[in-house]
C-alpha cells in the first residue's frame, strides 16, 4: 500500500518493523523483513521523483574538505541516492576487518566469515550472480606482479542503473503488509521516559502535519549523513541524541576520495589499457583494480586503496567538448524522471561503445590527443574522530537542524596512495612496463588531499 502524505496523512502507522529510508538498504531490508512474514512501514522523506522542496531538506554548511553541496550529492525520493547508482560492486578483503595497529579506531566487530553466506544472496540482488569475482584469474600483463607487492582485485557492474527507482519495486508497492509513506519526513525518533527503548517516531508531512509511526521495531537507513543527522537531533529525552552519550554520533565520517595518483610514462600503453578494459564474464561486466598487496600493507603502514589505469588530460588541462557535454549531463541535469533517463540513456551509449572499442579508442586518444596514462585513484580513508556529521543552528522545513559537515581527511590517507604508486612504479620497471612518475601533491609536506576533476569529476 502507498500512501502519499504530500495529499493524505494518516494520523498514525503501526507495523511490526518501520525502515526509515527507501534506498539500497532500506528496500533490501523490507523484502527480507516481509519474506519472513513481518509487517513493514518504508518511510521516504520524499515523492517518487525530485522535486526542489525536498531536495532541499539536504541542504547544509560544508566547514571541512571540499565537497559537493549537500543538496546536489543526495537524492532524497522514493530510492534514495542509489536511484542513479554507478552499479558498481566490490567485496571487502579480510584485512579490511581487523583492527590494524597503523590505523587508529580501525577493526570490525565482526570478520568476513559473518558475512560470507549472505554474499551469494546480495550478488544476485545487484545482477552481479554469474560471476564470483574472487575466482577470477589476473589479466595477462598483471599476472607478472610481485604478490607480495600488488594485489589484483575485481569490480563487478550491475547492468542496471535505476535497480532501486520505484518502478523497479512493484513488489513493495502491491504487498499488503508493506507501507511505502512518501513525503514523510522523520523529525524526531522520540524515546520513552526513561530513554530504554523507542516509543514512537515524529514523522512530518509537507504541510507540517505530524504522523505517529510505531513499531517493535525500527532501523535506520538513511545514509552515512541523515542517519547521524536524525539521531544527533532526536534530544527532547536523551539531550545530547540517541546513543550520544560518548560524543560518538556523527564521528568518523569517511568516504572514497578519488585523485591523481600520477601517470606511466613509457611504450606499454596498450599493455596497460588492454589490461584494464571492461570485460565480460558469465554475462556480467568486470574490470581489474591494483590494491596494495596484505603483506605491503603491514610493511609499509598502509591502507587499502585502489587504483585503475586510464587515459585522462594532462594535469591543468581541459575536458574535450564530448567530455564536457556527458559531465554537463550527468551533474548538472534536474534527476527527475527525465533528467534521470537522459542520464541513463548517455551512460548506455557511452558503456555500448566503450565495450565496443575496447581499449583501442583510449589508446588511440592517447596517441593523437597527448593524454595521459594515468593513475585514477580510489582510495580508502582511515577513520578519524574529527571528520564529522553536526547539526548547525539553522533549521528546515519542518524544524529538522540542517547539517553542519566537517569531512577531513588524515595524512595516512595521503601516505598511502604515495606507498601504493610507489609499488606500482618499482614493479613496472622490474617488467619494463614503462616509469611511474607520481602526482606531485603526494609529496607535499603538509598532506593534504588534491581532487582533481580532469581525472574524476567529483572528490
Known sequence: MRIDCAWEAPEAVTADVAIVGSGAAGQAAARRLLSRGCSVVLIESGGIDHDDATADFNRGD??????????????????????????????????????????????????????????????ALLGV???????????????????????????SFDPIFDRFTIDRAADLDTDPRCTLLLHATVREVVLADDAASVERLDVRTPSGRSVDIRARHYLLAAGGIENPRILLASNSVASAGIGNSHDQVGRYFMEHPHARGGRIVGRADWR??????????????VSPAITPAEALQRREGLLNSALTIAVRQPEGGNHSLPKRAYLHVKHRTAPTRRGRSLWKFTKYLV??????????????????????????IRAEQAPNPDSRV?????????????VKFDWRLSAIDVDSVAGLVDALGRESRRLGLGDVEPAGWLANPDKRWVSDELVSAHP
Do not use: C, N
Open 351 to 376: 558503456r555500448g561503445y566503450t565495450g565496443l572499442t575496447g581499449p583501442f579508442h583510449p589508446w588511440l586518444m592517447k596517441r593523437i590527443s597527448g593524454l595521459d596514462l594515468a593513475l585514477v
Open 62 to 123: 560544508i566547514v571541512g574538505q571540499e565537497y559537493h553541496p549537500l543538496d546536489h550529492s543526495r537524492l532524497r525520493f522514493f530510492g534514495g541516492t542509489t536511484a542513479i547508482w554507478g552499479g558498481r560492486v566490490a567485496e571487502f578483503d579480510p584485512i579490511d576487518f581487523e583492527r590494524r595497529d597503523w590505523v587508529p579506531h580501525s577493526g570490525w566487530p565482526f570478520g568476513p566469515a559473518e558475512i560470507h553466506s549472505y554474499l551469494a544472496e546480495a550478488r
Open 272 to 285: 596497460w589499457l588492454a589490461s584494464f578494459a571492461k570485460r565480460k564474464v558469465g554475462g556480467v561486466e
Open 129 to 155: 550472480d554469474g560471476v564470483d569475482t574472487t575466482r577470477l584469474p589476473r589479466p595477462y600483463q598483471l599476472q607478472r606482479l610481485s604478490s607480495d607487492e600488488l594485489a589484483v582485485r575485481w569490480w
Open 390 to 402: 553536526m547539526l548547525g543552528a539553522e533549521k528546515d522545513a519542518v524544524g529538522m537542524p540542517r
